[in-house]
């Protein structure tokens, strides 16, 4: 507001008017009072733009503004030029719903109050809980097929193509191992076992089917209007939605969540999209894969290779560096000595240059050429199936973000977005496996979209936690892990401020069959700054993700190793052996176990 020092009563009344009718928000503040920045960050958190006068800062002309307005008080607030009142009107106005429709009178009309492109995780999540806070939703979901045509249903990766067919097939494997285990137990069967791929696969994508109607129905009963077609902005406010059979249409919407996720990476050499798979094509694959080689060393890769060498195939995995990047080392190593144990053979140190057929079928004949990356060596080989597993690519590529002016990371299509999940452009947002730097995991996108819709639309203030995570790698021998890997707390705080406790065990249940003795590893790294606080979990062994999901609830609360060992363990399980471990890692002591 300009200075009105020298002005007579009629004139700053003219410009008070003038004020309240051209700006949607205007609230009358003053710079120290904390009711008023209460107020003005609630419009901050709403993406308002709030046009607050600093009465404090007005000098004499206070005194003529505030006889003119007849609450006398600060804040003083308008909306689309009616009076709300103070900070607990305002508030109240807010919790109400009142507010929001008072903004949005005057303004635009849009078709939805959120539209989500991405049914997966964390869309889903989204849509259904802002639907739920009485907003009118829309999600949009479209799988594009893979190049060997697979396709599935409603839910994204987890349902479809990640965690739950995974976890189904790995507990196949698991029961293979059981079966084993239990003739030492006396059981006795007289035909040899043997392993049905169509009919696991069956069973699996019968449960995926049910799933798939099940997110389908409530979402009807949740009220949001779910569209089977592919979006792409065309404006700002504004997307495209094609379905498969071309029929374009075209929706608008105040705010949006970005929650497409990711697609598997293929390699860029001869053969890769004509002759191999990915994780998208394993777990629906209407034949058994025969000898396999999976290209990759992360997670996808080891859990995938784990499993099929579980129901008995022949599985060679070919690392190009190390094994499960970012991930503690140590515990890597020792997930992948299990898996060879377990049968899986490595081919370390190669990257494939050429895949051919050598004959079609189900499956058919691939060879495989590799070279070396230390040396000129060129090594080949004979597989039925190739499956690459080299990393995922956030899907955003063809989805018109450069129409709606939000920015990407041009390398690898991950989102930017600060603590609040919020891109550049304030009204778009960004969940799940797209974000750059952030888990890609299930839980994780499904908590940042509740939450993102709880505080785009009840108001609420609480953000996704994004530190210690817990997670479990599904690997033979499982790995679960929450907090920093050895390698990255010791470069954060320094090997001389950390102790790590650790331990072989064996878990009372693979003694009778005689297996694994001394494999499964406990680890936990303290840090000596914080009263031996827990930054670091790490577990080797069976039901990691059963084990690891309490150790994670206590780092959340901050444990420290004095309350480890205060608690009682339950015995015998595996999991008690965090509540005695003695040897440091520093000491180099004897960490065998030999009973209990
Ligand atoms: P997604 O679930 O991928 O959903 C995105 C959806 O958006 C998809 O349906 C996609 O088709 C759709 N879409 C994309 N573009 C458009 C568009 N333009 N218009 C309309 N729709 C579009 N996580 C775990 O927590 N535990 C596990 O054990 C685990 N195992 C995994 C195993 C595998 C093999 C893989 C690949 C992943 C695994 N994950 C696991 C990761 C987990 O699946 C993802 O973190 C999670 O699915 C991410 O959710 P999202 O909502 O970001 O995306
Ligand atoms: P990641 O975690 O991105 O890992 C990719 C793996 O593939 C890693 O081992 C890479 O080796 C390897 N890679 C990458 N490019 C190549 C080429 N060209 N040749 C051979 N090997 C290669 O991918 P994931 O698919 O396992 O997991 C992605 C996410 O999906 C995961 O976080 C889950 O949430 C689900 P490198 O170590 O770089 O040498």
């Given at each position: 507001m300009p200075p009105i020092e020298n002005e007579g009563l009629e004139q700053i009344r003219s410009k008070i008017k003038e004020l309240i009718d051209a700006n949607q928000v205007l609230v009358f503040s003053k710079s120290f009072c904390p009711f008023c920045v209460k107020v003005k960050e609630l419009f901050k958190e709403l993406n308002v733009k709030c046009n607050a006068i600093e009465l404090d800062l007005m000098g004499k002309s206070t005194i003529a503004i505030l006889r003119l307005?007849?609450?006398?008080?600060?804040p003083n607030v308008f909306i689309n030029k009616k009076h709300i009142g103070g900070c607990d009107k305002t508030m109240k106005a807010h919790n109400d719903g009142v507010l929001q429709k008072l903004l949005g009178e005057g303004s635009e009309v849009f078709d939805y109050d959120l539209i989500v492109i991405g049914g997966g995780s964390g869309g889903l999540a989204c849509s259904k809980e802002a639907a739920a806070l009485g907003k009118k939703v829309m999600v949009l979901d479209y799988v594009v097929p893979t190049p060997k045509g697979t396709n599935w249903g409603l839910?994204?990766?987890?349902?479809?193509?990640?965690c739950i067919p995974k976890k189904l097939m790995h507990q196949t494997a698991l029961l293979g191992t059981a079966m084993e285990d239990a003739r030492k137990f006396g059981w006795e069967f007289s035909d040899q076992v043997t392993h049905n791929w169509e009919t696991m696969r069956t069973a699996v994508n019968n449960y995926i089917g049910s799933l798939n109607w099940g997110y389908r129905v409530s979402l009807r009963d949740k009220n949001v209007n779910y569209v089977n077609a592919y979006a792409e902005f065309v404006e700002p406010h504004k997307i495209k939605a094609t379905n498969k059979r071309g029929k374009e249409m075209f929706y608008t919407a105040a705010k949006f969540v970005l929650a497409t996720g990711e697609r598997p990476r293929y390699l860029?050499?001869?053969?890769d999209k004509e002759y191999c798979i990915t994780s998208d094509d394993l777990?629906?694959?209407?034949?058994c894969p025969g000898k396999t080689l999976v290209i990759g060393a992360s997670y996808v890769a080891l859990e995938c290779g784990g499993f099929l060498v579980g129901l008995g195939l022949d599985v060679t995995v070919m690392v190009?560096?190390?094994?499960?990047?970012?991930?503690d080392q140590d515990m890597a190593n020792r997930a992948g000595d299990c898996m060879e144990t377990h049968g899986v053979k490595f081919l370390r140190k190669f990257v494939p240059t050429k895949i051919e057929q050598l004959e079609a079928g189900t499956p058919g004949r691939l060879k495989v050429t590799a070279k070396s990356t230390e040396s000129d060596e060129i090594i080949e080989g004979e597989y039925n199936t190739v499956l690459i597993a080299v990393g995922r690519d956030a899907?955003?590529?063809?989805?018109?973000l450069d129409k709606a002016g939000v920015e990407v990371n041009?390398?690898?299509?991950k989102i930017p977005v600060n603590d609040e999940e919020?891109?550049?452009?304030?009204h778009i947002y960004a969940i799940g496996?797209?974000?750059?730097?952030?888990?890609?995991?299930t839980p994780v996108a499904v908590q940042a979209g509740k939450l993102l819709a709880r505080r785009l639309f009840a108001g609420a203030t609480l953000k996704c936690d994004y530190v210690n995570v817990p997670t479990t790698v599904f690997t033979p021998m499982e790995y679960g892990s929450c907090g920093y890997p050895e390698e990255k707390a010791v470069e954060i705080y320094g090997q001389e401020n950390l102790e790590i406790y650790h331990s072989l065990f064996w878990p009372l249940e693979f003694t009778v069959p005689g297996r694994?003795?001394?494999?499964c590893y406990a680890k936990i790294i303290c840090n000596n700054l914080d009263n031996?606080?827990?930054?670091g979990f790490h577990y080797l062994g069976p039901n990691a993700g059963e084990v690891t999901q309490g150790f994670g609830a206590a780092m959340k609360c901050g444990i420290t190793k004095d309350q480890l060992d205060n608690t009682i363990g339950i015995h015998p399980?595996?999991?008690?052996?965090f509540t005695t471990m003695e040897v440091?890692?520093?000491?180099?002591g004897d960490i065998t176990q030999s009973g209990c």
């Open positions: 307005l007849l609450q006398k008080t600060v839910g994204g990766t987890c349902v479809n193509v990640g860029g050499i001869p053969g777990f629906s694959l209407p034949y190009r560096s190390i094994l499960l990047r970012g991930f899907y955003t590529g063809k989805i018109g041009a390398k690898n299509g919020q891109t550049n452009v304030p496996d797209i974000l750059e730097g952030k888990w890609e995991l694994d003795n001394n494999r031996e606080r827990v930054i399980t595996c999991a008690e052996i440091t890692k520093s000491s180099g």
